[in-house]
């Protein structure tokens, strides 16, 4: 399925679709693994799957946490590419989520390395796409050609502080979906969900409406709403105004606050059925 | 009236591009939410660069405050010593003990300019943090300073001194608790707080546009030593040496040269325990081009692009990239940049301290180092510039250690 499906799915159940972030390779590449598979099976519609990096300057401590247990036990390009094939069959699309000097440098244990070898690897383990927290269109050249070439969503992320030309200019790049981060910081579950979110959707479909913005083959791009959510509650509320709500440090607390693997997967189902539950008692 | 250029005002015509790009270095790598305050940040670069009141204030502050222009002292025992006549440009002179002081104090004033009432800095041995903290208290601005755990410890002094100026020192616990690690926490802290908060980098790195306007900060080095020569000499030197760690002095010294082609000009690295040990903080000689903090530029990685750890014994040069323009001049071949490692600028550091009674940095023990090698290529009728980037008060532990007179 592709996110593009995914999304239109959720619409037509009248509903947000929910979005769910784990990393490879976290706590192993096998225990990443396995909790990835989790997620697909307790109800999300779209998997994030990080590639952990040294120095991960959008997230907060949580993933931060997270991605240095993954990086200590040597997570490498091929095991993200392995963590998305083996979820690839469970009918929920995937997409990959990591900072760009690591798709630049990628190699996959073959003779190339770079981005199209990235592209091409991730598009023949059946991945979506790719969310990129610090590649903006400005220096994305790139990956625009990759992901032509390989069919692959690009998933680019937009701020409150966007002026208005920049979310235009941003929305004409991306495919799948838009990310829009809800507060002004790095990931990380917020007690209160961001003031600012409804207002920066609002001027998203705005720009994504004005003509000429989106292609005639993506006449409409969902927004997934990112960034300090943590459970059902929060997620009807995002769900009531966003086309998708992206859940990260709640769902890796989960893991990183267990104490062992099978309660750490078992809080990990339970959480994820809430925030499903959350996407479908939404207002709309 | 003595009156300081503060070099500003020529640096134009010259790159990066309009959107920060030296070839195919530079540009900007960070999350959307930051790029409002960057493109805020450009354009109020761009303004000072062409404000001549800005101009004549930065040259007050760099004057009165810094006590610029810094001497360029004919180094006649060193010289004997070397076999070629060697120029100290003397940064260890200016107060704050390092050229660091005039891009803080430059951009202290942006800081004011934009009407923040805060700003954040990180900070490696603590060099940079006083120099911020410095600026901080001189402009009644907050500032608060991110140091990796590990380097609070090793550098207690420098936090003393950070906390006596009134700013407040952020131990960072994640990663590798190193300043690559502290520059990522001060980009989380800018991302959350930007529109109070000016993030002053300490070096040419960065996104755009830090790498341009840092360099433009600095490098009225260049041009007083360019001045200094020729009222010296009657001619440009033959060779400019300086050492890189992210390189802000050798930018400094470099740029008003660029255009002079007689000059040659090297950039030293630190080689560390050398650069065939892996363990070491050569970027460009010993590293590959990638994506770091923001920019592209040469990084120390590994096969996947994770950052890796660099070493030196000299902390202002421990970090695993380097300024953009330094990679586009070595790429362009304008610039030489080639490894120090510890024990050679150690051996300068000893012949500084012994012929001439200066005690340098360790980071410009590295320059130093460098042209005494570039000495030997050139012969003795040449004239070798040396940026004295700092100076050693703060290495005396060190040093005292490695040549065991503690």
């Known amino acids: 399925m592709t996110v593009t499906v995914a999304f239109e799915k959720a619409r037509a159940e009248g509903r947000a679709a929910l979005v769910g972030y784990l990393p490879a390779g976290f706590p192993t590449v096998e225990g990443g693994i396995t909790a990835v598979r989790a997620l697909a099976e307790s109800g999300v519609d779209l998997v994030e799957v990080g590639f952990p990096y040294s120095d991960p300057v959008m997230d907060g401590p949580v993933i931060q946490r997270a991605g240095e247990i993954a990086l200590a036990r040597g997570v490498r390009g091929a095991d993200v590419i392995r963590t998305v094939e083996a979820v690839a069959d469970l009918g929920v699309p995937v997409v990959v989520m990591t900072y760009w000097n690591l798709v630049e440098r990628y190699t996959g244990g073959g003779p190339e390395r770079g981005v199209g070898a990235f592209a091409r690897d991730l598009a023949g383990a059946g991945g979506a796409g790719l969310i990129t927290p610090d590649l903006i269109p400005d220096e994305a050249d790139e990956w625009m050609a990759a992901s032509d070439e390989y069919g692959l969503d690009r998933i680019f992320l937009v701020a409150p502080s966007s002026t208005d030309a920049r979310i235009a200019m941003t929305v004409a790049a991306c495919r799948g979906f838009v990310y829009a981060t809800s507060v002004m910081g790095v990931t990380g579950a917020r007690d209160v969900t961001s003031s600012a979110a409804p207002a920066l959707v609002a001027r998203i479909r705005a720009a994504a409406a004005l003509p000429g913005t989106l292609p005639a083959e993506q006449p409409a791009l969902p927004v997934g709403v990112g960034l300090g959510v943590r459970d059902g509650g929060q997620a009807a509320e995002v769900g009531s105004y966003a086309d998708g709500v992206i859940v990260g440090s709640a769902l890796v607390g989960c893991l990183l606050d267990a104490p062992d693997p099978e309660a750490g997967l078992a809080a990990l189902r339970t959480l994820t059925a809430d925030l499903a539950a959350g996407v479908r008692r939404s207002v709309r | ?406």
Not at chain 2, 30 to 52: G, S, T
């Open chain 2, 1 to 406: 009236m003595n009156t300081v250029d503060a070099g500003l005002l020529s640096a134009a015509g010259l790159l990066p591009d309009a959107s920060g790009h030296f070839g195919r270095y530079g540009g900007r790598f960070v999350p959307e939410a930051l790029i409002a305050a960057l493109d805020e940040l450009d354009a109020a670069h761009r303004h000072a660069m062409a404000d001549e009141a800005f101009q004549a204030e930065f040259g007050r502050l760099l004057r009165d405050y810094a006590g610029a222009p810094s001497l360029l002292y004919d180094a006649t025992r060193l010289s004997e010593e070397v076999g070629a006549r060697i120029l100290l440009k003397r940064e260890d002179l200016n107060h704050t003990g390092a050229h660091k002081v005039r891009n803080v104090l430059g951009q202290a004033l942006l800081t004011t300019r934009m009407g923040k009432p805060r700003i954040i800095a990180e900070t490696g041995a603590g060099q940079h943090g006083v120099a911020s903290a410095t600026a901080a208290a001189l402009f009644g601005l907050e500032c608060v300073v991110y140091m990796g755990e590990e380097d609070t410890r090793r550098q207690a002094l420098n936090v003393a001194r950070m906390r006596l100026l009134g700013a407040t020192v952020i131990p960072v616990t994640t990663g590798s608790r190193t300043l690559k690690d502290a520059i990522n926490e001060a980009l989380r802290d800018w991302v959350a707080n930007v529109d109070s908060t000016h993030y002053l980098l300490g070096t040419v790195a960065g996104p755009h546009p830090y790498p341009v306007m840092v360099r433009d900060f600095a490098r009225g080095i260049g041009v007083e030593a360019r001045r200094q020569c020729l009222d010296l000499l009657g001619r440009l030197p033959d060779a400019v040496c300086a050492c890189v760690g992210g390189g802000s002095n050798a930018i400094g010294i470099f740029h008003a040269f660029i255009p002079d082609e007689s000059v040659a000009l090297y950039g030293f690295e630190a080689g560390g325990d050398g650069v065939a040990t892996g363990r070491h903080a050569a970027s460009i000689t010993g590293g590959a081009v990638g994506v770091l903090h923001g920019n592209r530029t040469y990084v120390l990685q590994d096969s996947d692009g994770q950052t890796v750890e660099s070493h030196s014994i000299s902390a202002g040069l421990d970090y695993p990239g380097v300024g953009p323009e330094h990679a586009w001049l070595n790429d362009t071949g304008r610039a030489r940049y080639e490894p120090v490692d510890d024990a050679e600028a150690m051996a300068a550091f000893a012949l500084l301290c012994r012929t001439e009674g200066i005690i340098p940095a360790i980071e410009s023990a590295h320059a130093l180092s460098g042209a005494l090698r570039v000495a030997k290529e050139l012969g003795p009728a040449s004239t070798i510039l040396v940026n004295l980037s700092g100076r050693g008060d703060k290495d005396v532990e060190t040093a005292g250690a490695w040549f065991g007179v503690l």
